[in-house]
């Protein structure tokens, strides 16, 4: 039996139990912790959170990179794919890039070209010069110089997404006797900027945090340009939702290319112009949506679809505002006139 002196045992303890300890408390003598520490198991809960929506979203699970070559046509990068006369352009939204539509597109050039650009100010056309600013004339000429370069006669389908969608409208109307049909997908269509900044909002917490001309949304833009690397990753983090190339590529613009898109292109977009144009030339026009989507106007394709005979309201029963990323097979269906058969 132990005496006294003994009892006060050596100067630390290496007994299993410690009734006081903390978490993150370390067993001296054995130098190993006895609980994890707190920082380590909530990150670990974040990035199996995060893991866990990453790999079950149809966006990811749909999409595949494409291995098609690219070409510069004028001042936009461009991934082409196919020959012939008749063409596909598919025009990307906001804050993307010709990525968005992943190698499945690629079968749309069967018999045909594929063209699938980065747009003015953004993807790798984000460095591409711009004396006249990022208006939307601006992003039109760009489409032209593209057109003239890779030499595209017609007949031509072309679509776009969100924003694009916008774009696919009003460079359609410029080039009507070239363009066979036209396919706007989840279409921006406001009537006032009020309207607009209303529904902005609904495309993700960094549209929404930089839709508007704030010191703080400059701020963001200038860090994320001295740090593209980290922001790509930091969009990745914050999007579980989409293709990590997708969302790392979704930082490569400049404050001024997004600014400009955002006001001009998006929320005060002469739309309705390049609508009724269309329907002068007797040009079809396909509106596509879906039931959980926040960004289109609830209604507005289908009053739309009234009022000009050669307006197509169509939608998806659940894809939300990535559809082309989410739903590919499904756009493909549209893009090649099987959907509206059905």
């Not at 002196?5 to 100067?11: D, Q, R, V």
């Not at 920082?39 to 990179?65: C, D, Q």
């Not at 594929?114 to 711009?130: E, H, I, K, R």
Request: glycine share 8%; aromatic share 6%; hydrophobic share 45%.
């Amino acid at each position: 039996m132990r005496g006294p002196a003994a009892a006060a045992g050596p100067p630390y303890s290496l007994m299993p139990t410690t009734p006081h300890r903390q978490p993150g408390d370390v067993v001296k003598g054995a130098g190993v912790s006895t609980a994890p520490s707190v920082t380590v198991v909530s990150a670990a809960a974040v990035a199996f959170g995060w893991t866990g929506r990453h790999v079950t979203a149809p966006t990811v699970r749909r999409w595949r990179r494409s291995t098609a070559p690219t070409v510069m046509a004028g001042r936009l990068r461009v991934r082409v794919v196919g020959t012939g006369a008749p063409a596909t352009v598919l025009l990307h939204g906001i804050v993307g890039c010709g990525d968005y539509y992943g190698a499945g597109y690629d079968s749309l050039a069967d018999g045909r070209r594929l063209v699938v650009p980065d747009l003015l100010g953004f993807g790798d056309s984000y460095q591409a010069p711009s004396f006249a600013g990022y208006g939307l004339d601006a992003h039109l000429d760009a489409l032209d110089e593209m057109a003239a370069a890779l030499e595209l006669s017609g007949p031509l389908t072309v679509a776009g997404h969100s924003m694009g969608a916008v774009l696919a409208l009003h460079w359609a109307a410029r080039r009507h006797a070239q363009v066979r049909r036209v396919i706007a997908m989840r279409a921006p269509l406001y009537l006032s900027p009020t309207e607009g900044l209303a529904h902005v909002r609904g495309l993700g917490r960094l549209e929404a945090a930089m839709a508007l001309d704030t010191p703080l949304a400059r701020a963001t833009c200038a860090w994320m340009c001295r740090h593209r690397t980290t922001a790509g990753w930091v969009a990745a983090a914050l999007k579980p939702h989409l293709p990590v190339p997708v969302a790392r590529r979704g930082v490569l613009h400049t404050w001024p290319a997004y600014l400009a898109t955002m006001e001009h292109v998006v929320l005060h977009s002469r739309w309705r112009t390049a609508l009724s144009a269309l329907a002068t030339e007797s040009i079809p026009v396909v509106l596509a949506n879906g039931a959980r989507d926040p960004v289109p106007v609830t209604g507005r394709s289908e009053q739309l679809a009234r009022q000009h005979p050669t307006v197509t309201s169509v939608a998806h029963p659940t894809a939300d505002h990535d559809l082309p990323l989410a739903e590919p097979a499904w756009c493909q269906l549209l893009l090649n006139d099987d959907l509206e058969r059905r």
